[in-house]
């Protein structure tokens, strides 16, 4: 399809997007899509204004008046629980000037008052008064003044927040991958805690790449991570008992969100936790859950659009179990704000030697760990050279056809209600690329309709 330059923003991006989903219909896709000026606020507000977006989770609002900054693409939003222990998300925008009225990223409080004129809201988002409301504002209906709230639900412990009226319900939107997150989230009766406050930075990379890179590719390990791999004096733990590592790796798709992960061929592996996990299994979790959890070394994925699920023992040794819950806040065309959550077993918070393990764990994928700089370089470098003049003349395609027809004869359907209801191949995470297939085409569609479907 011909990607005219008309002139014409609104006309282009269509063609854009349309483009995007001619290109899919063979695995390719435009690279102009990529660190794109023009498409960048059509996202804003077909995407993340439709989506159920991760904003926190609930171990870190465990009190009356706990409250944190998240945001809903660029929109800044408070999360906080109020004083009768309902959870809001508001729009940090005073309905009187629409000033910022939070001046921090975390604490606790009963109200919030405005730095600009002094209006004051109480946690549950009502008028609690201004500076001289009897003379400035005597015929001011208080109680039609609140604040912008988001739609909020929450599954697992996560939460998520919309800001369209209409749409899916959370469940609907999840679909199936609640089986997963089952797995991820639930597999102890006390469930996951946020352990420390969340990291976060800045990077030169669009956000769509590294949703896509933390959705179920581990083919590029074998080159960008070659090095710290490698490294001999680290005890590898359970990925000892992989010899083969494709073959021990799957890929799960759902018709939005994808995961992939590895696993041992006997049970009792747990991710590396201690034995003691054993005893805290949640019995809610179906016998299928409760094994795939068992034989489970190394979890990851990405709840469309741009959180990411990080869950188990580091491979080369560099520490964990954890668990990782990434949100890539799209900051332009071409720049991303990384939040970094860190959560253990609740019923393991207080084990100070399991801690410092799986911190070491968390640690290795920052900014300054052994496998963060090494994305960080390339991803850069993808925003960069995407931007480029030369992709949108020549209309070049960039591929992920891994895993379509006979490309990949490595490649096997799996049957069997142990890998959840989900699409699944074996050696997925080498061999098939649907994990970025299932993400673009769900940009696409939202991206063509400006909603999405249940």
Known sequence: MSLPNTGDWERDVAALIERVGDDLA?????????????????ELR???????????????????????????????????????GELHAFLDSCMHRGAQFCTAES?????????????????DGT?????????????LDEEEIALTEAHIDSYRGLIFGRIADEGP???????????????????????????GEPHRWEADHDWKTSADNFSGDSYHVLTTHQAGLETETLARGPW??????????????????????????????????????????????SDEQRELFS???????????????????????????????????????????TTSWWLVPTELADDEGFL???????????????????????????????????????????????????????????????HGPAAVTSKGLYFDERNSQTLLRSWYEMMRQGAPES
Not at 242 to 271: I, K, N
Not at 296 to 322: D, L, R
Request: with cysteine.
């Open 356 to 418: 410092e393990d799986s911190h070491r764990g968390w640690e290795s994928l920052s900014p300054g760990g052994a496998f963060e700089s090494d994305d960080l370089t390339i991803w850069e470098g993808i925003s960069d050279s995407s931007g480029a003049v030369t992709h949108e003349l020549r209309e070049t395609r960039g591929n992920m056809q891994q895993g379509l027809g006979a490309m990949s004869d490595e490649v096997e359907t799996v049957e069997d209600p142990l």
């Open 169 to 195: 319900t959370l469940r609907e939107y999840l679909g199936e991958f609640t089986w997963y997150l089952d797995v991820l989230f639930g597999a102890t009766s006390e469930g996951m805690t946020v352990v």
């Open 240 to 285: 000892e008992k992989l010899d083969d590592f494709p073959g021990a790796s799957y890929l799960a798709c759902t018709d939005r969100h994808s995961v992939g992960y590895y696993l041992s061929q006997e049970e009792g592996t747990f991710m590396g936790y201690p034995d003691s996990i054993r005893d805290t299994l949640n019995p809610a979790l």
């Open 46 to 84: 077909r995407i993340f204004g439709h989506a159920w977006n991760y904003l926190g989770h609930v171990s870190e609002f465990t009190e009356p008046g706990d409250y944190a900054r998240r945001y809903i693409g660029e929109d800044p939003f408070i999360l906080t629980r109020d004083e009768s």
């Open 107 to 123: 604490g606790n409080t009963s109200h919030f008052r405005c730095p600009y004129h002094g209006w004051t809201y109480k946690n």
């Open 26 to 42: 063979d695995g390719r896709y435009p690279m102009a899509m990529l660190n794109n000026p023009d498409l960048y606020p059509t």
């Open 295 to 337: 034989r489970s070394v190394f979890h990851f994925g990405t709840v469309f659009p741009n959180m990411s699920i990080i869950h188990g023992i580091q491979s080369g040794g560099w520490g964990g179990p954890w668990a990782c819950i990434r949100k890539w806040n799209p900051r332009g065309p071409g720049t991303t704000e």
């Open 127 to 139: 008028l609690q008064g201004m500076p001289h409301m009897a003379e400035a504002y005597q015929d």
